[in-house]
């Protein structure tokens, strides 16, 4: 019971990063139909995405501080409500106006649910698997890109661009009675990924850099990739959706084969990840007018920072200088800077130089977050607790027995509730 108890609550958090990443993305697929049955211009839709990511990176840090006492069940269970009745009132709605107010709903409760999804994940199973379940859990947003926004925008094309919101939406209501029904009551500052295993400031800081970089790099390339496909391969445009869906599935298979590795050594995981994006970007720009060698370096790119990702989420529970919820709203608030700051600085270098040098932009910001990621090597860790020493401190005293359950041959921990 308890080994699927914690099963089925990780695969419900994954389906909580898979809801919301196929939420924040949808209207960039739903362009133009939303912005005829709403009667906008397509670059106002285009504002629905872009306001939605500067909420996650104003409110994510702020928002987790406010409810850092909150027990993780009741927080996620809160959260999840929230995004199915935002989601659902976008799909209501009759203005943009009252649209945008929903979607900024939704981006708040986002800020929130990816700063605890990970840490309240990690306590299901013993530290030694924390790397495999991170990548599950960032699977989830993976799998979306891949697969849940090419099949909302099929179904928005179809019957409407509010039927796909309500399907997410009815989709939010499952996940929402999974993660209610198995999660457990954990207290935030209770179990082992409540604070960094080894908590280190400088390397802390040092991995927010690389994220803001390394982000920024892969979004310059990929927010153009279709202009590139056409333009510098030679396909047409009719290719581009089957281009996409080879990065997605790429993308997907990336961030499942990084877990061993997260468990094993994370800094060379963020390393590997990131010196294989700039490689597949530099290699992109420099031979990405023949058509196979093209959509193979796509592919790569999107692997690499899939990947990137889920290293990201297992290296913030291990320098985590103080909560890891705090630290992990922090890494995400950097990942959205550099999200915004990608497509801008591609957008600026795009009417000048040409759709190639956005990709070059990209390789070069990943061959500067892989130099900052390097000199990690330099950084001495902060004296702190030996392992041995943690383990003590964690352990109950024979006056307070713990309330945890250990399956012992699966690793799952459930505290009880």
Known sequence: MERRRAVGALIGLSGGTFLYTTAEALPIGLLLPMAADLAVSPPQVGM???VYGAVVMVASVPLTALVRRVPRRWLLSALLVGFVLSTAAAALTSTFALLLAA?????ATHALFWAVVVPAAAELFRPALRGRVVAVVF???TVALALGVPAGTWLGDRVGWRASFLAVAGLGAVVLVVVAALLPSTRPEEG???RGATPD???FWLLVAVAVLATAGA???YTYVALFVTEVSGFSASSVGAILLARGIASVLGILAIGALLDRSPWLALLATVAVQSAALLGLSTFGHRPSVSVALIAVAGLAFA???????GLVLQVAPGRSDLAAATVSAAVNVGITAGAFVGGLALPSHGVRATVLIGALLGVIA???ALGERLIRPAPGPSEGQRHRRAAPSPERPSDDRVAPLTGATIPSD
């Not at 979607?103 to 981006?107: H, L, P």
């Not at 990137?308 to 989420?313: E, K, P, S, V």
Request: hydrophobic fraction near 65%.
């Open 48 to 50: 629905l995405v872009t």
């Open 201 to 203: 400031a400088r390397r």
């Open 192 to 194: 082992h990924a409540a």
């Open 139 to 141: 699977a989830g947003g």
């Open 370 to 372: 892989l130099v900052l």
């Open 307 to 313: 990947a990137f990702t889920a290293a990201l989420g």
């Open 219 to 221: 979004i310059s390339a």
């Open 103 to 107: 979607r900024m709903v939704t981006a």
